[in-house]
């Protein structure tokens, strides 16, 4: 039951990333980033800042938190909310290389993934531990946790429905609200504002965007304050904004249009020559990148798609006079891909014996085996006794010795997740010269994820540190889920805001689903394409997985094919120089020549004068014929030399122009090889 209610929100995010295909660039694995970004990192500074200025105020105004929170509900937090998961996109476009190569369609997913992690904390935080409490039936599961009779849909029903939520109360079947996932929606139009604001920038735009924050923001207190009878919310926001949430799940396939319109003109074609060869040969180009899909699958669509989406960042960063950097891997992955399609290259995969022999060797290594044992909580805790008939488990987990041993198992992946935040911050510097914004994207979504995850599993330890069993809440007061289900928060596990009552989110999800986070760790050690994989190691594109080429088993592979690029520039950059150099000297002794020429003719001519001065008689005629002829040699040396010389200028610049870059591929050939000797003796993370 715990697992559908995850495979909803990662659905929900599935569906709108397939949705906005037309126009992303960043991959599926950085949305779902995104969303473990709204789950670790948006909630805690929602908790905290809910937390912090209630508490505040409280002490200000001297009216009860208690009553402030039931308030802040319906009237301040829902904004809070909608801007904090706006958080990673906002904290994303401060990144050079990510503002001038995402679209506005970027922005509608990955704050749209953001704002289904914060549902899913919110379903975890109420629901992870009841699955004792759930009854199953032909659609899903159904919990016995007050009248309300909170509903998870099954597998088939999230796979069957637009942007399905995790849970819902009984109500929510009915009329008067969509079956949708709120935070997501709201969240995915809060992008499309951001990047009308941070990307479009005109002022019609910006006034858009403003008019969209407002709007999400008062739908969202209207939710929150549909069973606020004896507010003004209730009588002023209520009716009006129940009257459209008819049309809200439409909302986000037209953001993705009117994105997708607008990201026309930011990724218009400006280099003819990145076309593929069946591009180059059909029109309209959309088909024959139809035609390069379809001519190998499995295979191809995959390859061909990932080459496309790079090819749009590369325009869009070209539009706003950068870009150069990502062209030559561009060509490169565009001469591999047509060397595939026309069957010249090797499009095979691996075999299934060289994928069980990484596999084993993967199982085998230590990394592996430390982030199995973390994991190990979390998959027992969620994935198998998050069902009705296993339910005790997460009973038996919690209490006596096995909650000792969850609290050790805690302390340890704590102690990991510092590691990687420190390890991660080192390598800060050099992830923002990354040339893929995508690669930036995922470092920084990465980053925030380990970051979150070690100040909930501290807020968690020290709870229990103080004297909290499994079920002791984190705070006093929950207003993470401000104002929803008012009416029934006495009897809904971990639901309401601010009730104090012994049904408050207990602290044994938190520290399962905060284990839970080596999940990717886990993956990624396995090679899957997930979130938890690390960002490419310099500069370049062949991070990217292409399955027209065999992965190479060992970590350092896309280190080394760096290296490799990089000392066949420092050759050919060589020998450029040597050629210059040696045109240069060539040029500069035939000017040398000239120059010694024009001073001899110039003799000549002083001599010939001087005779003619001195001449006398019949023979001053020839004297004066001579000087003549001097002079005219003079001329035409002297026009000899000036073109000689601007010659040997020209070959010196050249010369000097290969010298430098000849300096600069070795720079970059040193520091290639210090990444590729980095990633080879560097561990695994956790």
Aim: net charge neutral.
């Amino acid at each position: 039951m715990v697992l559908a209610i995850i495979f909803a929100h990662v659905w929900g995010a599935i569906e709108l990333t397939v949705l906005g295909s037309f126009a992303r660039t960043v991959r599926l694995r950085t949305v779902l980033l995104a969303l473990a970004a709204g789950l670790y990192a948006c909630v805690p500074i929602a908790l905290l800042l809910q937390y912090v200025w209630t508490y505040l105020f409280a002490s200000v105004t001297g009216d009860s938190q208690y009553d402030l929170v039931k308030t802040a509900g319906y009237t301040v937090d829902p904004f809070l909310e909608e801007v904090v998961k706006l958080f990673p996109v906002l904290a994303l476009l401060r990144i050079a290389s990510i503002r001038r190569q995402w679209s506005l369609t970027d922005c509608i997913l990955v704050a749209g993934a953001a704002g289904a992690g914060f549902g899913l904390a919110e379903d975890i935080f109420r629901f992870g531990s009841a699955a004792a409490k759930a009854n199953a039936i032909d659609s899903g599961w159904t919990l016995a946790t007050g009248i309300s009779l909170p509903y998870v849909p099954g597998f088939l029903t999230t796979l069957t429905s637009w942007l399905p939520p995790g849970s819902a109360s009984t109500s929510a079947l009915g009329t008067d609200f969509p079956w949708l996932n709120f935070h997501l929606v709201w969240s995915a139009l809060g992008g499309l504002a951001v990047g009308l604001i941070c990307l479009d920038r005109r002022l019609a735009s910006r006034i858009a965007g403003v008019v969209i924050m407002l709007g999400i923001g008062l739908d969202h207190a209207a939710v929150n304050g549909a069973t606020a009878y004896d507010s003004w919310v209730y009588e002023t926001l209520v009716p009006p904004f129940t009257a459209l949430r008819a049309w809200l799940w439409w909302m986000p396939a037209v953001a993705l249009a009117l994105a997708w319109w607008l990201d026309r003109t930011r990724q218009r074609a400006v280099d003819t020559d990145l076309r593929l060869a069946a591009e180059s040969e059909a029109s309209p180009r959309f088909v024959g990148t139809l035609r390069a899909a379809m001519h190998q699958p499995p295979r191809s669509p995959f390859s061909v798609f990932e080459f496309v989406r790079l090819r749009r960042a590369y325009y869009t960063a070209k539009q706003s006079g950068d870009g150069d950097d990502l062209l030559e891997d561009l060509a490169d992955r565009r001469d591999r891909l047509d060397d595939a399609l026309q069957g010249s290259g090797d499009p095979a995969l691996p075999s299934l014996q060289e994928t069980w022999a990484a596999l084993i060797r993967s199982l085998r290594s230590p990394a592996t085996i430390l982030t199995l044992g973390a994991v190990s909580p979390a998959v027992l805790w969620f994935g198998v006794g998050g069902w009705p008939q296993t339910a005790s488990l997460q009973t038996t987990m919690a209490t006596g010795i096995w909650w000792m041993l969850v609290r050790l198992a805690s302390f340890g992946v704590l102690v990991l997740l510092v590691w990687r935040v420190i390890t991660q911050l080192g390598r800060w510097p050099q992830a923002m010269r990354l040339v893929s914004g995508d690669d930036a994207a995922s470092f920084g979504l990465r980053f925030s994820v380990a970051a979150g995850g070690c100040s909930f599993l501290v807020a968690a330890l020290a709870r229990t540190l103080a004297g909290g069993d499994a079920s002791a809440s984190i705070f006093a007061l929950h207003v993470l889920q401000a104002g929803v289900d008012n009416a029934t928060s006495h009897f809904v596990g971990g639901g309401g805001a601010g009730w104090l009552s012994p049904s408050q989110p207990d602290l044994s999800p938190l520290v399962q689903s905060d284990i839970g986070g080596g999940v990717g760790s886990l993956l990624r050690a396995l090679g899957l394409p997930i979130p938890g994989a690390n960002p490419a190691g310099g500069k370049g594109l062949t991070s990217h997985l292409d399955p027209y080429h065999r992965p190479n088993p060992n970590r350092e592979g896309a280190a080394e094919r760096a290296y490799d690029r990089a000392r066949k520039r420092y050759d050919e950059a060589n020998k450029r120089e040597e050629d210059r150099l040696r045109e240069a000297a060539e040029v500069s002794a035939h000017d040398k020549a000239l120059q010694e020429a024009a001073k001899r003719a110039e003799g000549d001519r002083v001599k010939a004068a001087t005779r003619y001065q001195r001449a006398r008689g019949p023979s001053r005629w020839q004297a004066l014929n001579d000087y003549y002829e001097a002079v005219i040699n003079k001329h035409r040396v002297n026009r000899e030399a000036e073109a000689a010389h601007a010659a040997s200028e020209a070959a010196k610049e050249r010369a000097r122009k290969a010298e430098a870059e000849a300096d600069e591929a070795a720079k970059e050939r040193i520091a290639a090889g210090l990444n590729w000797d980095d990633e080879r003796h560097q561990p695994d993370e956790p």
